[in-house]
T-cell receptor, first 113, second 114 residues
Framework: DAGVTQSPTHLIKTRGQQVTLRCSPK?????VSWYQQALGQGPQFIFQYYEEEERQRGNFPDRFSGHQFPNYSSELNVNALLLGDSALYLC????????????FGDGTRLSIL | DQQVKQNSPSLSVQEGRISILNCDYTNSMFDYFLWYKKYPAEGPTFLIS?????DKNEDGRFTVFLNKSAKHLSLHIVPSQPGDSAVYFCAASEGQGGSEKLVFGKGTKLTVNP
């Protein structure tokens, strides 16, 4: 049973560019959440998708956007990249109403030069 | 404004002894608390959780205690093993469902020495 998978593993971009990160949830899960983990910090909630709609959003600017597809997979898009966007981006999946903890992928390490 | 605080960045214990990791929170609306363990180059792995209607939850060597009046929870690992060496994150959410957004602390790096 595959867990949460994320791609790519690592990514290097320059300031001003745009990036797309991808996530496939654990089998049986219908909800995908994205978190940003800066160095030395805990993960910070970006947003959550359920039924292809943004269900909840954290305190992140509109440069951060997402999408969920009919197969429950999800993308995180970041426009106009800043140096401060360098971080580990984690995807977590869960099942609405199942009262089970979120399962995390191994993340995408994004470096901005 | 940090709503979940782990005030000890690191903790070192001897193999076989007890490890106690602490977490404080400020948001009284939190009613579901979790501990995740994270190894380098891996994502966080769920360890144990507790609902606000309980004050203790056990799973093998891991026990979580919740003191709602003090807004404090702790994770006890007994006995500690070298494989427990990792960064431990405390997280909290509003709502009992596991899909609610999680608010994390900064983590405590646990080192268990053989």
């Amino acid at each position: 049973d595959a867990g949460v998978t994320q791609s790519p593993t690592h990514l290097i971009k320059t300031r001003g560019q745009q990036v797309t990160l991808r996530c496939s949830p654990k089998s049986g899960h219908d909800t995908v959440s994205w978190y940003q983990q800066a160095l030395g910090q805990g993960p910070q909630f970006i947003f959550q998708y359920y039924e292809e709609e943004e269900r909840q959003r954290g305190n992140f600017p509109d440069r951060f956007s997402g999408h969920q597809f009919p197969n429950y997979s999800s993308e995180l898009n970041v426009n106009a990249l800043l140096l401060g966007d360098s971080a580990l981006y984690l995807c977590a999946s869960s099942s609405i109403g199942a009262n089970q903890p979120q399962h995390f992928g191994d993340g995408t390490r994004l470096s901005i030069l | 404004d940090q709503q979940v605080k782990q005030n000890s960045p690191s903790l070192s214990v001897q193999e076989g002894r007890i490890s106690i990791l602490n977490c404080d929170y400020t948001n009284s609306m939190f009613d579901y608390f979790l501990w995740y363990k994270k190894y380098p180059a891996e994502g966080p792995t769920f360890l144990i959780s507790i609902s606000s209607i309980k004050d203790k939850n056990e799973d093998g060597r891991f026990t979580v205690f919740l003191n709602k009046s003090a807004k404090h929870l702790s994770l006890h690992i007994v006995p500690s093993q070298p494989g427990d060496s990792a960064v431990y994150f405390c997280a909290a959410s509003e709502g009992q469902g596991g899909s609610e957004k999680l608010v994390f602390g900064k983590g405590t790096k646990l080192t268990v020495n053989p």
